[in-house]
């Protein structure tokens, strides 16, 4: 949740500084307990891919909820619109196995776009003192509530996520 406030103040200030309106809607979203099915962001990838009722999207075996009315946008989702999901798990601790920080940007191949754009950025301001791989074989996590729904997205996890110490506790 750090790491997702922090973005969101970095991003608050680009707006003051760059006065605009995006091009495309943003959301910053924390799910917890992803282990027990995924059900936060399962409800929500429902609905930005279908309107404003998950029940009928919801990857069959899931039991999520309606997203309570006061966590909506006020204009609903736009169902019709290209949304692209970047997905964080466990991106602050540096492994001391790695000798130097490494991020893995874990995606489909059709998903591409998001994972460039991803490792783009980093080269541009980051250099050399992050490593960025990826993996083509993504499981388990927030994205594939995206991808199950053949929507683009990426999971960013630290390079060393197997021998976290405190890996899903």
Not at 62 to 85: K, N, R, S, W, Y
Not at 93 to 105: I, Y
Not at 147 to 152: E, F, G, K, N, Q
Request: proline share 8%; glycine share 10%; with cysteine.
């Amino acid at each position: 949740v750090a790491v997702l406030l922090a973005l969101a103040r970095a991003y608050a200030r680009l707006l003051r500084e760059h006065p605009g309106s995006p091009q495309k809607t943003i959301y910053f979203v924390a799910f917890g307990a992803e282990e027990e099915g995924l059900f936060g962001s399962d409800a929500f990838a429902a609905m930005l891919n279908g309107g404003n009722s998950p029940s009928s999207q919801l990857t069959p075996g899931l039991q999520g909820e309606p997203i309570p009315t006061d966590c909506m946008p006020p204009t609903g989702f736009d169902g019709a619109a290209v949304h692209e999901g970047i997905i964080m798990d466990m991106v602050g601790w540096p492994s001391p196995n790695l000798a130097c920080p490494t991020v893995n940007l874990e995606s489909y191949e059709w998903a591409t776009a998001v994972v460039e754009h991803l490792a783009q950025a980093s080269r541009d301001h980051n250099g050399d003192a992050l490593v960025v791989t990826h993996n083509g074989s993504p499981f388990g996590s927030d994205h594939m509530s995206w991808l199950r729904r053949r929507m683009p997205a990426a999971l960013l996890i630290h390079g060393d996520d197997e021998e976290y110490p405190d890996y899903h506790t």
